[in-house]
């Protein structure tokens, strides 16, 4: 089991900087994706970036160049450092696990499904 807690969330003025964080609780994976995703109001839920165990990071594209994921393993915790926001990134920000002991490789494809989520932390953003 895996249990994660997001924070960081606030209100921040429009071109201001958050630095979210999720902090990973329970059994210790060999092979794993970490992402965030977020959920802006009257959308669906989309992702942001996805970090792995072999440190592949990848980012949707309204993500690159203003935000970077990081993780830190001794402190089990997985940062979102968000850059240039804009009013369009108001929402609730969640960060979601998927987990294994099989290595990535041929038996285990990454970031393809994640079952454990955060509740969630509240940004917004005010021009």
């Known amino acids: 089991q895996v249990h994660l807690a997001e924070s960081g969330g606030d209100s921040v003025q429009s071109g201001g900087s958050l630095r979210l964080s999720c902090a990973v609780f329970?059994?210790?994976?060999?092979?794993?994706?970490m992402a965030w995703f977020r959920q802006l109001p009257g959308k669906e839920r989309e992702r942001v970036a996805t970090?792995?165990?072999?440190?592949?990071?990848i980012y949707t594209e309204f993500a690159k160049g203003r935000f970077t994921i990081s993780q830190d393993n001794a402190k089990r915790t997985v940062d979102l450092q968000m850059g240039s926001l804009q009013s369009e990134d108001t929402g609730m920000y969640y960060c979601?696990?998927?987990?294994?002991?099989?290595?990535?490789?041929?038996?285990?494809?990454?970031?393809?499904?994640?079952?454990?989520w955060g509740q969630g932390t509240q940004v917004t953003v005010s021009s």
């Open positions: 329970g059994y210790t994976y060999s092979s794993y994706c």
């Open positions: 979601a696990a998927e987990v294994s002991d099989t290595p990535i490789g041929p038996y285990y494809s990454p970031c393809e499904g994640f079952i454990y």
């Open positions: 970090i792995d165990s072999d440190g592949n990071i």
